[in-house]
């Protein structure tokens, strides 16, 4: 499984730089003879425009245009990448990582360490170069592929911190609420994006372009900080958040019971 994952990480790194250095064709907003530069500057007009004063429709437009345009490239791209991260936890699993701790513990800090400061670099060259959103070939290819591979190194690096605090007395206290986050992570992603759509969109608060990167992180970490009390508080009385629980249903074909006996 390890081998297969880090086979899916490669093959995905090695789509995007073919699609960015060789500026192929790409349909959508920039038309069947349209490159990916030009793609991604027409995008970000739109963008800008329906974003700061456009209407609902013109909202939905903008984000249905850019979700047929870029289908292919996110499909090659982020999904060889996830499906790989999936099997990545898989091998941990079958490992016994999580069952073992105490056993896997010199590996884990290992991973910590080493993936963090593996990832710390190429993450500060991913900003230093807008992470990859460049419409020239190499800063789009350089950039992009440093927050790719430098993703993969902070994901193992925070995963194998977790994993450690958990197995404390204050970890096991302190992180509770993000294990219950994670236990509703599809209702606490479909009420986040509800609710930063109304923060940003003009038929909202219309704040899109207005904030400083100092007050979205605030208001990010609030929106987390929120998600993490309130699924807490939830599952004190139900055994699923809402929208796991409807789809739980409709994969056994019957509603579970929401509520602890």
């Keep these: 499984l390890t081998r297969d994952a880090l086979l899916l990480y490669t093959a995905g790194l090695a789509v995007a730089a073919a699609l960015v250095l060789t500026s192929q064709s790409h349909p959508g907003l920039s038309g069947p003879g349209g490159t990916l530069a030009s793609y991604f500057a027409r995008v970000r007009a739109w963008e800008d425009a329906a974003y700061s004063a456009g209407s609902w429709w013109g909202v939905a437009r903008v984000r249905w245009e850019m979700f047929i345009g870029v289908f292919a490239l996110h499909l090659g791209v982020n999904g060889l990448r996830v499906l790989g991260a999936a099997l990545l936890g898989m091998a941990a699993f079958r490992a016994g990582v999580f069952n073992d701790v105490?056993?896997?513990?010199?590996?884990?800090?290992?991973?910590?360490?080493?993936?963090?400061?593996?990832?710390?670099?190429?993450?500060?060259?991913?900003?230093?170069?807008?992470?990859?959103?460049?419409?020239?070939?190499?800063?789009?290819?350089?950039?992009?592929?440093?927050?790719?591979?430098?993703?993969?190194?902070?994901?193992?690096?925070?995963?194998?911190?977790?994993?450690?605090?958990?197995?404390?007395?204050?970890?096991?206290?302190?992180?509770?609420?993000?294990?219950?986050?994670?236990?509703?992570?599809?209702?606490?992603?479909?009420?986040?994006?509800?609710?930063?759509?109304?923060?940003?969109?003009?038929?909202?608060l219309g704040l899109y372009g207005r904030l400083s990167q100092a007050g979205c992180l605030l208001i990010s970490l609030a929106a987390f900080a929120a998600a993490c009390a309130g699924s807490s508080l939830w599952l004190k009385r139900f055994r699923f958040g809402p929208f796991e629980w409807l789809l739980r249903g409709w994969i056994y074909g019957r509603l579970p019971k929401l509520r602890h006996q």
């Design 102 to 204: 105490e056993r896997w513990r010199p590996a884990l800090r290992r991973t910590a360490v080493w993936g963090f400061a593996a990832g710390a670099p190429l993450h500060a060259v991913a900003l230093y170069l807008d992470e990859g959103r460049s419409l020239r070939p190499l800063p789009a290819f350089v950039g992009g592929g440093s927050l790719y591979v430098g993703t993969a190194f902070w994901t193992a690096s925070y995963g194998a911190a977790l994993t450690l605090a958990m197995e404390t007395a204050v970890g096991a206290r302190l992180l509770a609420p993000v294990r219950d986050a994670g236990r509703m992570a599809l209702t606490n992603f479909l009420l986040g994006s509800a609710f930063f759509a109304w923060l940003a969109y003009p038929y909202g």
